[in-house]
């Protein structure tokens, strides 16, 4: 936590390689939150007591608002903002999200993981999906 890192092991990355996550203010702060509330080791654990949260519960509980979203909706919202509304470049977007980038020669000479821009990505994000809610603007096509 002091470094404010998530390491995810490499067998559970499809890539098979290890990733590590810069956490935000705020994923430190839900962290803090769940950990004065938690008696079990997860941050968000499962129904079943010592299980974590199943894979399914998000999609589940969008499922209960009437919102029929997958992870992958929430992983292509995030990609579609970083394209359309910051001026990262795609690979610092790709590794966010875990993807491996590059060819294999581009890949044997950058071995950086760019971790601060991802951190600074990463922190633009939350703060556009926590800031406050922006209201649309239609525009009508034809008169009613």
Request: overall charge positive.
């Amino acid at each position: 936590m002091a470094e404010r890192v998530w390491t995810i092991p490499d067998k559970r990355m499809k890539a098979g390689r290890e990733h590590r996550v810069p956490l935000t203010d705020r994923a430190i702060e839900i962290i803090e939150i769940q950990s004065s509330r938690r008696e079990r080791k997860y941050v968000f654990p499962g129904g079943r007591f010592g299980e974590p949260l199943g894979s399914n519960s998000l999609w589940k509980f969008m499922g209960e608002l009437g919102r029929r979203v997958s992870v992958h909706g929430f992983r292509s919202s995030f990609r579609t903002w970083a394209a359309e509304q910051t001026t990262f470049p795609a690979e610092i977007a790709e590794m966010r999200l875990g993807h491996i980038v590059g060819t294999a020669v581009e890949r044997a000479y950058q071995r950086s993981d760019l971790f601060q821009r991802r951190r600074q990505l990463a922190e633009a994000w939350s703060q556009y999906c926590t800031g406050p809610a922006r209201e649309a603007s239609i525009v009508p096509l034809r008169a009613t």
